[in-house]
């Protein structure tokens, strides 16, 4: 097959005063890449260096065949005409790939040259392998050096890995250092990786109460440092403590004519997050008139101080949390229809620690060894500790309700209490107890106040009959219909069954106290 090469003709290099080396003529003196054909595009004021080239190619090589081709380009600096002449030459060349193999010489032309022959050999309107030459070194042949780039990354293994590592940094950032073997939790840093790279769009964190959502705000806004999208700072705002006349002066900053006091103005923290990340947390807190004027400033990055007539800019990314689905929000009218639909565009739901039970070993290591660093002691568990700690943790029944802020909260504990270093058997049960009746109380109270919402009459209920419906209740909501919260309730008993007809089993028990599934839930049977 022959090898065709299209290059320009390098109107500073191709003289060779400055060195002996002549890109363009030792291009073709390389013996392991004999050239067939050489198209040279030169312009009509540099005619005749082209023609001493060409002459100077045939006494190098004379097998190589040199075509002369004329481009007269007004200014070869302007990206629009560079990328349009070569674009209407490719257009017109009549590639055979067949019986001929191309290739593009970067080394002569300008750099908006080499940048359009990269954007059309990669988009394949020229189906060509870049090449780059250059002079020879000490020592080295005459020729100079000589690279083929092939721009199939599938063929560089080395660059894939390394975009590989990268990626995978990204993602032990967005964890937090912390190994998940759950390909939930994988997927949901694989996805905020190209979300924080590619989009400025608000992104909204869903999960349950410890799930790691405000921990997870700051590593998103350290990736987005890292990218360079970003250059301000984190700014975290509670929104469930901006109550009453507070909250727009918080949120959007007062101006002293609002009150007449010297010095009541506040900047806001909408100016502080400027060019940085605004963090709000629990954004569903915030009242109908604040919520209509956060949409404004995410869509039009303009806002009027309180007290001000007169507009100021604020460009921020925005990370907001929500205390359930926005969707069961906009139906309770905390969440306002158009700022719903704007907060939509990335959702990331954490799954909560019971659905990845696979990491609490790598959490409660990682919570170990920062512990020590907290104590500045040396902290550890006993082999026969360790594994009657995690058999608890990872038991099914296990519910862990505070996710990682109880993993937390137990891990410090028994560091702390830890005296001579070592988490031992003893230590270990008594602070499952510590857990089971924390949970036993929380729960029995939350209980209460879960009937309450549905039953009026639910102080009658023996306390079994409370504790049971309580726990249906709940998973009924949290499962996506009447069948999956059936199978996950009677999944052990419906082995025994010849008849496993789940949904069929709960609706018959939610009836007995006057319940169906909408009524639980707001959803319709499914």
Request: charge should be neutral.
């Amino acid at each position: 097959m022959r090898n065709v090469v299209i290059g320009f003709l390098g109107t500073q290099l191709d003289m060779g005063k400055r060195r002996q080396w002549r890109p363009s003529v030792q291009l073709c003196a390389h013996p392991d890449f004999p050239i067939d054909r050489l198209e040279l595009i030169h312009d009509q004021r540099h005619y005749h260096l082209a023609c001493n080239v060409a002459a100077a190619i045939a006494k190098t090589s004379p097998q190589t065949e040199v075509r002369l081709v004329r481009i007269d380009m007004a200014d070869p600096w302007d990206f629009q005409e560079v990328y349009g002449k070569l674009y209407d030459l490719a257009a017109d060349y009549g590639f055979d790939e067949d019986r001929e193999r191309y290739h593009v010489h970067l080394t002569t032309g300008t750099h908006v040259a080499q940048i359009c022959w990269f954007l059309l050999t990669e988009s394949r309107h020229i189906p060509a392998r870049l090449v780059q030459t250059g002079p020879p070194r000490d020592g080295a042949a005459a020729q100079g050096t000589l690279d083929i780039i092939d721009l199939d990354l599938a063929r560089y293994n080395a660059l894939q890995r390394r975009f590989e590592a990268a990626a995978r940094d990204h993602s032990a950032l967005l964890l937090g250092g912390v190994d998940t073997a759950n390909p939930e939790m994988q997927a949901v840093a694989e996805r905020l990786d190209l979300i924080a790279t590619g989009s400025d769009g608000p992104i909204l964190l869903l999960g349950e109460p410890g799930t790691g959502k405000s921990a997870l705000a700051a590593r998103i806004h350290e990736l987005k440092l890292v990218r360079r999208r970003i250059k301000g700072r984190l700014v975290r705002v509670n929104c469930a403590t901006l109550r009453g006349g507070q909250a727009l002066p918080a949120l959007f900053g007062q101006r002293r004519a609002a009150t007449g006091v010297v010095g009541s103005e506040r900047p806001g923290f909408l100016h502080e997050a400027d060019g940085g990340v605004l963090f709000l947390d629990r954004i569903d807190e915030l009242g109908p008139d604040e919520q209509a004027a956060m949409l404004q400033v995410i869509e039009t990055g303009r806002y009027c101080p309180v007290g001000s007539e007169a507009e100021v800019t604020a460009r921020f990314h925005l990370i907001a949390t929500a205390a359930s689905d926005p969707g069961a929000l906009l139906r309770a009218g905390r969440l306002r229809p158009d700022l719903h639909a704007r907060l939509s565009q990335w959702v990331v739901r954490l799954p909560p620690l019971r659905e990845r039970r696979q990491d609490i070993r790598a959490h409660l290591l990682d919570m170990i060894d920062s512990t020590e660093r907290q104590l500045g002691r040396k902290t550890g568990f006993n082999a026969d500790a360790l594994a009657r700690y995690l058999r608890f943790a990872q038991d099914p029944a296990t519910l862990w309700p505070g996710n990682l802020r109880d993993l937390q909260a137990s891990t410090h504990r028994m560091a702390v209490l830890a005296q001579r270093g070592r988490i031992t058997v003893p230590m270990v049960e008594a602070e499952i107890a510590t857990l089971t009746d924390q949970w036993s109380a929380a729960t029995a109270d939350l209980d209460e106040a879960l009937l309450a919402e549905l039953l009026p009459d639910a102080v009658g209920l023996d306390e079994f009959e409370r504790a049971q419906l309580a726990a249906v209740v709940r998973a009924c909501r949290e499962c996506a219909s009447l069948s999956a919260a059936g199978r996950r309730l009677f999944a052990v008993s419906r082995k025994e069954k010849a008849s496993q007809n789940d949904a069929d089993r709960l609706r018959k028990y939610l009836s007995r106290f006057g319940l169906d599934w909408g009524t639980v839930t707001g959803n319709q049977p499914g």
